[in-house]
């Protein structure tokens, strides 16, 4: 059965800085691989999907790398800003039952101005 | 951002009492999922379907049951709402299957008393 951890859960930055959230998972055998941000009471917002076959996606002050071979991601923010702050998820679809998502539980960052 | 509404978006309904939420979707997308949110948990498939009047489980469908007869709208229904049932409620939708990027909905905030 597949298992995604993010770890920290949570995470606090001063604004400005660059940083780096973690999200690992048992199972290599990936489709692909995806990043959410979820603000407090809201839905999520997909932010990056990576296809097992790619290594890295990158949006605006966003870049996602995958390593599917030890069952790594991370989510680098570069030049954070105070709206960044809100909880970040990432999920992953499995070549068995790829149906779906398996998502973590999220790190929860706060950029403090 | 994808044309998905979900309503009601609060509710509040007591033990034994049957629910449906709506999942609405403006975008022709193929596949349409319902996930529940809860604490220490993440987010967890119930039920998707991959068509009109096609469904199938999800980890957690005990307790639900699901229907879409159009393509745009796709139903959740609790047929006796218990306490364990108390949650926010997502909709998401995707072109195909689960290797495709997923879009989701504001949520259902479901209180059971």
């Known amino acids: 059965k597949q298992e995604v951890t993010q770890i920290p859960a949570a995470l606090s930055v001063p604004e400005g800085e660059n940083l780096v959230l973690n999200c690992s998972f048992t199972?290599?055998?990936?489709?692909?691989l995806q990043w959410f941000r979820q603000d407090p009471g809201k839905g999520l917002t997909s932010l990056l999907l990576?296809?097992?076959?790619?290594r890295e996606q990158t949006s605006g002050r966003l870049n996602a790398s995958l390593d599917k071979s030890s069952g790594r991601s991370t989510l680098y923010i570069a030049a954070s800003q105070p709206g960044d702050s809100a909880t970040y998820l990432c999920?992953?679809?499995?070549?068995?039952?790829?149906?779906?998502?398996?998502f973590g539980t999220g790190t929860r960052l706060t950029i403090i101005p | 951002d994808a044309g998905i509404t979900q309503s009601p978006r609060h509710k509040v309904t007591e033990t034994g009492t049957p629910v449906t939420l709506r999942c609405h979707q403006t975008?022709?997308?193929?596949?349409m999922y319902w996930y529940r949110q809860d604490p220490g948990h993440g987010l967890r498939l119930i039920h998707y379907?991959?068509?009109?009047?096609?469904?199938d489980k999800g980890e957690v469908s005990d307790g639900y049951s699901v229907s879409r007869s159009k393509t745009e709208d796709f139903l959740l229904t609790l047929e006796s709402a218990t306490s364990s049932q108390t949650s926010v409620y997502f909709c998401?939708?995707?072109?195909?299957?689960?290797?495709?990027?997923?879009?989701f909905g504001p949520g259902t905030r479901l209180t059971v008393l």
């Open positions: 998401a939708i995707s072109e195909g299957a689960g290797y495709n990027e997923q879009f």
């Open positions: 199972d290599s055998a990936i489709y692909n």
């Open positions: 990576i296809q097992s076959s790619q």
């Open positions: 999920a992953v679809t499995t070549n068995f039952g790829n149906e779906k998502l398996t």
């Open positions: 975008e022709n997308h193929r596949y």
């Open positions: 379907s991959y068509g009109v009047k096609d469904t």
